[in-house]
Protein backbone atom coordinates (compact mmCIF):
# COMPACT_ATOMS: atom_id res chain seq x y z
CA UNK A 1 0.00 0.00 0.00
CA UNK A 2 1.54 3.34 -0.89
CA UNK A 3 1.62 6.31 1.39
CA UNK A 4 -0.96 8.24 -0.35
CA UNK A 5 -3.28 4.82 -0.18
CA UNK A 6 -2.69 4.92 3.15
CA UNK A 7 -3.89 8.45 4.37
CA UNK A 8 -7.03 7.87 1.76
CA UNK A 9 -9.99 6.70 4.55
CA UNK A 10 -13.50 5.39 4.12
CA UNK A 11 -16.46 7.41 5.23
CA UNK A 12 -16.60 4.24 8.17
CA UNK A 13 -13.13 5.19 9.12
CA UNK A 14 -13.67 8.84 9.38
CA UNK A 15 -16.20 8.05 11.24
CA UNK A 16 -14.77 5.90 13.92
CA UNK A 17 -11.76 8.57 14.07
CA UNK A 18 -13.83 11.19 14.09
CA UNK A 19 -16.87 9.43 16.79
CA UNK A 20 -19.43 10.84 14.53
CA UNK A 21 -22.17 9.02 12.21
CA UNK A 22 -21.81 8.87 8.66
CA UNK A 23 -24.31 10.46 7.98
CA UNK A 24 -23.24 13.73 10.10
CA UNK A 25 -20.37 13.49 7.85
CA UNK A 26 -22.87 13.31 4.74
CA UNK A 27 -24.78 16.41 6.54
CA UNK A 28 -21.41 18.18 7.14
CA UNK A 29 -20.56 17.32 3.51
CA UNK A 30 -23.59 18.73 1.85
CA UNK A 31 -23.21 22.08 4.25
CA UNK A 32 -19.69 22.30 2.71
CA UNK A 33 -17.85 22.14 6.09
CA UNK A 34 -16.33 18.89 4.95
CA UNK A 35 -15.05 18.04 1.71
CA UNK A 36 -13.81 13.97 0.35
CA UNK A 37 -10.80 14.09 -1.40
CA UNK A 38 -12.80 12.52 -3.74
CA UNK A 39 -15.00 9.96 -4.92
CA UNK A 40 -13.69 6.23 -5.72
CA UNK A 41 -16.28 3.49 -6.82
CA UNK A 42 -18.60 6.15 -5.71
CA UNK A 43 -17.41 6.00 -2.39
CA UNK A 44 -16.10 9.28 -0.49
CA UNK A 45 -12.66 8.95 0.22
CA UNK A 46 -11.29 11.42 3.06
CA UNK A 47 -7.82 12.41 4.07
CA UNK A 48 -6.72 12.79 7.74
CA UNK A 49 -7.50 16.51 7.26
CA UNK A 50 -11.17 15.38 7.30
CA UNK A 51 -10.76 13.63 10.85
CA UNK A 52 -8.81 17.45 11.98
CA UNK A 53 -12.07 19.45 10.49
CA UNK A 54 -14.72 17.29 11.91
CA UNK A 55 -12.70 17.77 15.37
CA UNK A 56 -12.68 21.71 14.97
CA UNK A 57 -16.24 21.77 14.16
CA UNK A 58 -16.97 19.67 17.26
CA UNK A 59 -15.09 21.62 19.47
CA UNK A 60 -16.52 25.05 17.89
CA UNK A 61 -20.19 23.43 18.17
CA UNK A 62 -19.13 22.28 22.28
CA UNK A 63 -18.13 25.77 22.43
CA UNK A 64 -22.02 26.94 21.35
CA UNK A 65 -21.26 27.94 17.86
CA UNK A 66 -24.19 27.15 15.50
CA UNK A 67 -23.43 25.57 12.18
CA UNK A 68 -23.84 29.21 10.50
CA UNK A 69 -21.24 30.61 13.14
CA UNK A 70 -18.68 27.28 12.28
CA UNK A 71 -19.58 27.98 8.41
CA UNK A 72 -18.30 31.67 8.86
CA UNK A 73 -15.13 30.42 10.88
CA UNK A 74 -14.30 28.48 8.20
CA UNK A 75 -15.04 30.77 5.41
CA UNK A 76 -16.33 34.03 6.60
CA UNK A 77 -12.85 35.57 6.61
CA UNK A 78 -10.07 36.89 4.49
CA UNK A 79 -7.76 33.90 3.38
CA UNK A 80 -5.42 35.46 4.94
CA UNK A 81 -7.05 36.20 8.53
CA UNK A 82 -5.34 33.79 11.39
CA UNK A 83 -7.34 30.90 13.40
CA UNK A 84 -6.18 33.89 16.44
CA UNK A 85 -8.16 36.67 15.00
CA UNK A 86 -11.15 34.24 13.91
CA UNK A 87 -11.67 32.60 17.09
CA UNK A 88 -10.89 36.17 18.98
CA UNK A 89 -14.04 37.85 16.85
CA UNK A 90 -16.10 35.23 16.83
CA UNK A 91 -15.66 34.26 20.75
CA UNK A 92 -15.99 38.03 21.76
CA UNK A 93 -19.83 37.91 19.91
CA UNK A 94 -20.95 34.69 21.87
CA UNK A 95 -19.71 35.49 24.85
CA UNK A 96 -21.60 38.81 24.70
CA UNK A 97 -24.56 36.49 23.70
CA UNK A 98 -23.90 34.94 26.96
CA UNK A 99 -23.92 37.82 29.14
CA UNK A 100 -27.18 38.65 27.62
CA UNK A 101 -28.46 35.19 28.31
CA UNK A 102 -26.85 35.14 31.69
CA UNK A 103 -29.13 38.62 32.45
CA UNK A 104 -32.19 36.74 30.82
CA UNK A 105 -31.68 33.71 33.15
CA UNK A 106 -31.42 35.95 36.28
CA UNK A 107 -34.42 37.47 35.64
CA UNK A 108 -36.33 34.40 34.99
CA UNK A 109 -35.16 33.12 37.96
CA UNK A 110 -35.74 36.44 39.95
CA UNK A 111 -39.33 35.83 38.60
CA UNK A 112 -39.70 32.96 39.19
CA UNK A 113 -38.77 32.57 43.03
CA UNK A 114 -41.27 35.71 43.53
CA UNK A 115 -44.19 33.52 42.05
CA UNK A 116 -43.60 30.68 43.63
CA UNK A 117 -44.68 32.63 46.88
CA UNK A 118 -47.75 33.69 44.98
CA UNK A 119 -50.59 33.29 47.82
CA UNK A 120 -53.75 34.47 45.32
CA UNK A 121 -56.55 32.11 44.74
CA UNK A 122 -57.38 32.92 41.10
CA UNK A 123 -55.23 33.91 38.06
CA UNK A 124 -57.94 36.95 38.14
CA UNK A 125 -55.91 38.06 41.41
CA UNK A 126 -52.59 37.55 40.21
CA UNK A 127 -53.26 39.81 37.09
CA UNK A 128 -54.40 42.43 39.09
CA UNK A 129 -51.94 42.08 41.72
CA UNK A 130 -49.04 42.23 39.10
CA UNK A 131 -50.11 45.40 37.62
CA UNK A 132 -50.03 46.61 41.01
CA UNK A 133 -46.30 44.98 41.09
CA UNK A 134 -47.34 43.04 44.18
CA UNK A 135 -48.69 39.29 43.09
CA UNK A 136 -45.45 36.58 44.89
Not at 25 to 52: C, N
Not at 73 to 88: C, I, K, Y
Request: hydrophobic share 40%.
Amino acid sequence: MSQHEASELGIGEVSRRAGLRPSAIRYYEALGLVMPLTRSGGRRVYSQDAVERLALIAFAKNAGFSLDDIRRLLDGFPEDTSAGARWNEMATAKLADLDAMTRRIDAMRDSLTRIRGCRCITLDQCAKAMAKSRCG
